[in-house]
């Protein structure tokens, strides 16, 4: 789970969206401090981005770096705050920003935010390091005795809530070793370098403290355990309300668990902080005491200002890693003995989980935060623990839900015991199939996984339909607005298209026979896609993935924005959206300030975008743009870097003038020789695969080798290919599996997919090469497994499909099966929209219509594989595999029904 999703639901029901249009868009101005709501005052600027508001002094030219001071504030006592803060900044002309209003301030500092910016609700910018005390000594004593969480990522001065680091003012970027952009400083010699802005305080290494830092940092340092009986022997989670750490008690040598509180921060729905929700886990707790499916209370105490409550070590593994090991679908051909065993496994172990709560709730408690990740389980899986009680209550109070996972978050009807009921019942059926993410969405989806849990495992959907009726109580099509049934004249294509969603619970979802129903399923999600549109906003026309609220560019990008979407239409024959090519030509007419160049991520995607549109001139000047840049300060990757440029503008140079092809043709050049370099002189990037790793560099050499025959290219790809290769390991099968820290990484943006693809183009001029031929072999079974939790292009199902529908290794029909099967598994991942077919994005928690993570890239896998004329991504054309429909009989176990 990447908790950074949740913020983006808070704002739209459907899908996800900046957080600051949670609370100014949804309920107006008055949602705001006072001070926001106030016009500028005389000679000085005020502007709005994402979660800040800023207010500047015109004329004001501040230095791009150095000391700047960060207030934070409790819920109760920022206006407060930010009234005084503002009263002293304006006179002194000192440029400042805040966070306008307390539903974004509780959101930032909310139990699963971001740790590094959690706390910040103020930044003053002095105007020179000789400024710099004056100003934070001043703030100190205007602040004494406020409240406010400590600031992870800076030094606190005092006791109170102000706050300093080194960093960046003016927004500048460079590549961080694993090849992202980051926010930049820099150094001595001019150079930029990554400015750290993790949960840690980092000053660079040149940067001398001012002499009156010294004492409040040797007061940061003098804070530990030297005083407890106590010692930590390592980590086993973080969250922005604290930590949670494995230790050793030193009188006895038992080992206990350690769970921090820090105050202020890690705020649950109803403004609780973590140490008041620690507090009710102790209380929680001890009520249970004697039961065996609870860990015991040993000790609380205090640290600083953080609060520990000191836990009984349970030993074993959590339900959800013991069900990931086992978990039968994995497997390309999970045996039907397996299938049995698993069945009956899911089946005992949720007895022993439905037992351990009912025992708790006949204690008077509610645990209102169960899930699969706070269950453990027993080394001979006969014994089951409920961990976290953070947000426990009586039955008797009947509270309402304050923090949740989100495959078990319970309707915001439900309350107090009711809201444990719901996620045994999501359990219920995440133990066959993890998928109750997309109840978030909408919760009839339940009767069809059960259906499908019921064909796959051969247990009789009477026994799910309790589950499923808990999960449905009180399901309306009102509460699921996104399924609602209508008739209309489809516009774009001339006809009228039929109701393809059905709002009865017994009968979810679309009325299309498969998704291999090819072309009526493609012109539903054209239909789908172009209906989401939202052309009145300047930052995005199509909803998609978080990502597009990271940069000016997001919106518009080709991974995440409309530029990828209109290709995606136009590659499948789909239905067009004109208007929309229309809002992206208004949009790169002026590109804002700090808008990547990149392929994936910025200009050079869209103009090859434009291009392909018939937009020559825009795209050629846009193209221009690009190759008048900097561009020696780019990663070397596809997405954002040298690849993609490269790739983009040599495609771009072919189609313009005479002269501006030799600018293009210069400029792309350029970047080729960088990802060469890149390869042999400049450090390897910690990232693999096609997006952001060696293999994206790999796919730019072999299409150069093609353009001009030099075999020296086909070297500099062969290099590109083993660097990434070299970080896979094989599995228990055999198979080649990228590495991603913990994981293995089937998938096509960043795992095996991704690399075969590539290694499959350059064997078609090297087929000799039996190193890459087998290291081909052993990636694919990767792609073969019979379930993928997300459904994506990039980093699910979708992009499989195209990697086996482009891809000639192999059998056929083995193939045409397997694509046949994972086509089924989409059609499990369907979520109506306007009664289309449209699909979850990344996390499953909302809907995305973007290429990288939703239904644009969802529609060009299956135009890869179903497609009279087959689809393709940029740069990988289709290598004339077999279509999927020449294949024999559907087999495996995810059935092909919508």
Same mark, same amino acid.
């Not at 001071?69 to 409790?74: D, K, Q």
């Not at 001890?286 to 039961?291: D, F, P, S």
């Not at 940029?874 to 595999?881: I, R, W």
């Given at each position: 789970?990447?908790?950074?999703?949740?913020?983006?639901?808070?704002?739209?029901?459907?899908?996800?969206?900046?957080?600051?249009?949670?609370?100014?868009?949804?309920?107006?101005?008055?949602?705001?401090?006072?001070?926001?709501?106030?016009?500028?005052?005389?000679?000085?600027?005020?502007?709005?981005?994402?979660?800040?508001?800023?207010?500047?002094?015109?004329?004001?030219?501040?230095?791009?770096?150095?000391?700047? &001071?960060?207030?934070?504030?409790?819920?109760?006592?920022?206006? $407060?705050?930010?009234?005084?803060?503002?009263?002293?900044?304006?006179?002194?002309?000192?440029?400042?920003?805040?966070?306008?209003?307390?539903?974004?301030?509780?959101?930032? +500092?909310?139990?699963?935010? /971001?740790?590094?910016?959690?706390?910040?609700?103020?930044?003053?910018?002095?105007?020179?390091?000789?400024?710099?005390?004056?100003?934070?000594?001043?703030?100190?004593?205007?602040?004494?005795?406020?409240?406010?969480?400590?600031?992870?990522? /800076?030094?606190?001065?005092?006791?109170?809530?102000?706050?300093?680091?080194?960093?960046?003012?003016?927004?500048?970027?460079?590549?961080?070793?694993?090849?992202?952009?980051?926010?930049?400083?820099?150094?001595?010699?001019?150079?930029?370098?990554?400015?750290?802005?993790?949960?840690?305080?980092?000053?660079?290494?040149?940067?001398?403290?001012?002499?009156?830092?010294?004492?409040?940092?040797?007061?940061?340092?003098?804070?530990?355990?030297?005083?407890?009986?106590?010692?930590?022997?390592?980590?086993?989670?973080?969250?922005?309300?604290?930590?949670?750490?494995?230790?050793?008690?030193?009188?006895?040598?038992?080992?206990?668990?350690?769970?921090?509180?820090?105050?202020?921060?890690?705020?649950?729905?109803?403004?609780?902080?973590?140490?008041?929700?620690?507090?009710?886990?102790?209380?929680?707790?001890?009520?249970?005491?004697?039961?065996?499916?609870?860990?015991?209370?040993?000790?609380?105490?205090?640290?600083?200002?953080?609060?520990?409550?000191?836990?009984?070590?349970?030993?074993?593994?959590?339900?959800?890693?013991?069900?990931?090991?086992?978990?039968?679908?994995?497997?390309?051909?999970?045996?039907?003995?397996?299938?049995?065993?698993?069945?009956?496994?899911?089946?005992?172990?949720?007895?022993?989980?439905?037992?351990?709560?009912?025992?708790?709730?006949?204690?008077?408690?509610?645990? $209102?935060?169960?899930?699969?990740?706070?269950?453990?389980?027993?080394?001979?899986?006969?014994?089951?623990?409920?961990?976290?009680?953070?947000?426990?209550?009586?039955?008797?109070?009947?509270?309402?839900?304050?923090?949740? +996972?989100?495959?078990?978050?319970?309707?915001?009807?439900?309350?107090?015991?009711?809201?444990?009921?719901?996620?045994?019942?999501?359990?219920?059926?995440?133990?066959?199939?993890?998928?109750?993410?997309?109840?978030?969405?909408?919760?009839?989806?339940?009767?069809?996984?059960?259906?499908?849990?019921?064909? &796959?495992?051969? &247990?009789?959907?009477?026994?799910?339909?309790?589950?499923?009726?808990?999960?449905?109580?009180?399901?309306?099509?009102?509460?699921?607005?996104?399924?609602?049934?209508?008739?209309?004249?489809?516009?774009?294509?001339?006809?009228?298209?039929?109701?393809?969603?059905?709002?009865?619970?017994?009968?979810?979802?679309?009325?299309?026979?498969?998704?291999?129903?090819?072309?009526?399923?493609?012109?539903? =999600?054209?239909?789908?896609?172009?209906?989401?549109?939202?052309?009145?906003?300047?930052?995005?026309?199509?909803?998609?993935?978080?990502?597009?609220?990271?940069?000016?560019?997001?919106?518009?990008?080709?991974?995440?924005?409309?530029?990828?979407?209109?290709?995606?239409?136009?590659?499948?024959?789909?239905?067009?959206?004109?208007?929309?090519?229309?809002?992206?030509?208004?949009?790169?007419?002026?590109?804002?300030?700090?808008?990547?160049?990149?392929?994936?991520?910025?200009?050079?995607?869209?103009?090859?975008?434009?291009?392909?549109?018939?937009?020559?001139?825009?795209?050629?000047?846009?193209?221009?743009?690009?190759?008048?840049?900097?561009?020696?300060?780019?990663?070397?990757?596809?997405?954002?870097?040298?690849?993609?440029?490269?790739?983009?503008?040599?495609?771009?140079?072919?189609?313009?003038?005479?002269?501006?092809?030799?600018?293009?043709?210069?400029?792309?050049?350029?970047?080729?020789?960088?990802?060469?370099?890149?390869?042999?002189?400049?450090?390897?990037?910690?990232?693999?695969?096609?997006?952001?790793?060696?293999?994206?560099?790999?796919?730019?050499?072999?299409?150069?080798?093609?353009?001009?025959?030099?075999?020296?290219?086909? /070297?500099?790809?062969?290099?590109?290919?083993?660097?990434?290769?070299?970080?896979?390991?094989?599995?228990?099968?055999?198979?080649?599996?990228?590495?991603?820290?913990?994981?293995?990484?089937?998938?096509?943006?960043?795992?095996?997919?991704?690399?075969?693809?590539?290694?499959?183009?350059?064997?078609?001029?090297?087929?000799?090469?039996?190193?890459?031929?087998?290291?081909?072999?052993?990636?694919?079974?990767?792609?073969?497994?019979?379930?993928?939790?997300?459904?994506?292009?990039?980093?699910?199902?979708?992009?499989?499909?195209?990697?086996?529908?482009?891809?000639?290794?192999?059998?056929?029909?083995?193939?045409?099966?397997?694509?046949?099967?994972?086509?089924?598994?989409?059609?499990?991942?369907?979520?109506?929209?306007?009664?289309?077919?449209?699909?979850?994005?990344?996390?499953? =928690?909302?809907?995305?219509?973007?290429?990288?993570?939703?239904?644009?890239?969802?529609?060009?896998?299956?135009?890869?594989?179903?497609?009279?004329?087959?689809?393709?991504?940029?740069?990988?054309?289709? +290598?004339?595999?077999?279509?999927?429909?020449?294949?024999?009989?559907?087999?495996?176990?995810?059935?092909?029904?919508?």
């Amino acid at each position: 789970m990447n908790p950074e999703y949740a913020a983006y639901c808070e704002a739209d029901r459907v899908f996800y969206d900046a957080p600051h249009r949670s609370s100014a868009g949804r309920q107006g101005e008055g949602a705001l401090y006072g001070p926001a709501r106030e016009a500028a005052p005389e000679g000085w600027e005020r502007s709005r981005r994402g979660d800040w508001l800023s207010l500047s002094p015109l004329g004001l030219r501040v230095p791009s770096q150095g000391w700047k &001071i960060h207030v934070s504030a409790g819920l109760d006592n920022a206006e $407060s705050v930010l009234r005084r803060v503002l009263d002293y900044c304006l006179p002194r002309r000192l440029p400042v920003k805040f966070i306008p209003g307390p539903a974004l301030l509780h959101l930032r +500092n909310a139990k699963y935010a /971001d740790r590094a910016g959690s706390g910040k609700f103020i930044t003053v910018y002095p105007h020179s390091e000789d400024q710099f005390q004056d100003v934070c000594e001043g703030l100190m004593a205007l602040l004494e005795g406020e409240h406010g969480p400590y600031i992870l990522s /800076d030094l606190r001065c005092g006791s109170g809530p102000v706050h300093v680091r080194y960093g960046a003012f003016a927004p500048r970027f460079c590549p961080a070793p694993d090849g992202r952009l980051v926010p930049a400083v820099a150094d001595p010699q001019g150079r930029l370098v990554p400015d750290p802005r993790g949960p840690s305080l980092n000053i660079p290494a040149w940067v001398t403290p001012p002499p009156f830092l010294l004492p409040h940092l040797e007061a940061r340092k003098a804070v530990g355990l030297a005083d407890v009986p106590y010692s930590v022997e390592g980590a086993l989670h973080f969250s922005n309300g604290g930590g949670v750490y494995l230790g050793r008690d030193t009188r006895s040598g038992e080992r206990v668990v350690l769970k921090e509180a820090r105050p202020y921060a890690g705020l649950a729905a109803d403004g609780a902080d973590a140490v008041a929700r620690l507090e009710r886990e102790r209380v929680a707790l001890e009520q249970l005491t004697g039961l065996d499916c609870v860990p015991e209370v040993r000790d609380t105490l205090d640290i600083g200002e953080h609060r520990f409550l000191v836990l009984q070590h349970v030993p074993g593994a959590t339900l959800n890693a013991v069900f990931a090991r086992r978990f039968p679908l994995s497997q390309a051909e999970p045996t039907p003995e397996l299938i049995a065993e698993h069945a009956a496994w899911a089946t005992r172990l949720y007895g022993l989980v439905e037992r351990a709560v009912l025992d708790v709730h006949e204690r008077g408690v509610v645990i $209102s935060d169960l899930h699969m990740s706070n269950i453990m389980v027993s080394e001979d899986e006969s014994r089951v623990v409920l961990l976290d009680f953070e947000a426990a209550s009586r039955t008797d109070e009947r509270r309402r839900q304050i923090v949740a +996972n989100p495959a078990f978050v319970a309707p915001s009807d439900r309350r107090g015991a009711d809201i444990d009921r719901y996620a045994l019942a999501c359990l219920r059926l995440a133990l066959f199939l993890p998928l109750t993410t997309l109840f978030a969405i909408d919760r009839r989806k339940a009767a069809r996984l059960a259906e499908e849990i019921s064909l &796959i495992y051969g &247990i009789p959907e009477a026994r799910l339909r309790p589950a499923v009726e808990e999960i449905l109580r009180d399901a309306t099509p009102d509460t699921a607005p996104i399924a609602k049934t209508r008739t209309r004249t489809g516009t774009q294509t001339g006809t009228t298209a039929a109701v393809v969603a059905d709002d009865r619970p017994d009968a979810w979802g679309p009325s299309v026979s498969a998704l291999g129903d090819w072309p009526r399923s493609r012109d539903s =999600m054209a239909r789908a896609i172009i209906d989401s549109r939202t052309p009145e906003r300047d930052d995005r026309c199509f909803p998609g993935d978080i990502a597009q609220f990271a940069s000016p560019a997001g919106g518009q990008s080709f991974g995440y924005g409309a530029a990828g979407v209109l290709h995606a239409l136009r590659e499948t024959g789909a239905p067009s959206c004109p208007e929309a090519a229309e809002w992206l030509l208004a949009r790169v007419k002026s590109p804002a300030p700090g808008t990547p160049v990149g392929f994936y991520d910025g200009l050079a995607g869209i103009a090859w975008t434009l291009d392909r549109l018939g937009h020559q001139d825009q795209a050629t000047e846009l193209a221009l743009l690009v190759a008048k840049q900097p561009l020696e300060g780019l990663t070397a990757d596809l997405h954002s870097g040298y690849a993609g440029v490269a790739l983009a503008l040599h495609d771009l140079a072919r189609a313009a003038d005479t002269q501006d092809a030799a600018v293009l043709a210069d400029a792309a050049d350029r970047c080729t020789a960088l990802a060469a370099r890149s390869l042999t002189d400049g450090p390897p990037t910690s990232r693999t695969g096609l997006l952001h790793g060696a293999t994206g560099i790999a796919l730019l050499f072999v299409r150069r080798y093609e353009a001009t025959g030099d075999p020296a290219l086909l /070297d500099l790809a062969a290099t590109a290919l083993r660097r990434d290769l070299a970080r896979c390991q094989e599995g228990a099968d055999g198979a080649l599996l990228v590495v991603e820290g913990k994981r293995t990484m089937p998938y096509l943006g960043a795992g095996s997919a991704g690399l075969a693809t590539v290694i499959d183009d350059y064997l078609r001029h090297r087929p000799g090469d039996e190193a890459f031929a087998a290291a081909l072999h052993a990636l694919l079974p990767a792609s073969r497994s019979a379930f993928y939790v997300q459904p994506g292009l990039f980093r699910g199902v979708a992009g499989l499909v195209l990697q086996l529908a482009r891809t000639s290794a192999g059998e056929p029909a083995d193939r045409q099966r397997v694509i046949r099967r994972h086509t089924a598994l989409l059609g499990l991942h369907v979520m109506p929209y306007q009664g289309e077919v449209a699909f979850p994005g990344e996390q499953l =928690m909302r809907l995305s219509m973007d290429l990288s993570t939703g239904t644009a890239g969802c529609l060009l896998a299956l135009g890869s594989a179903l497609g009279d004329t087959p689809a393709s991504l940029p740069f990988l054309p289709p +290598n004339g595999a077999h279509r999927a429909g020449q294949g024999g009989p559907q087999t495996g176990p995810i059935r092909g029904r919508c």
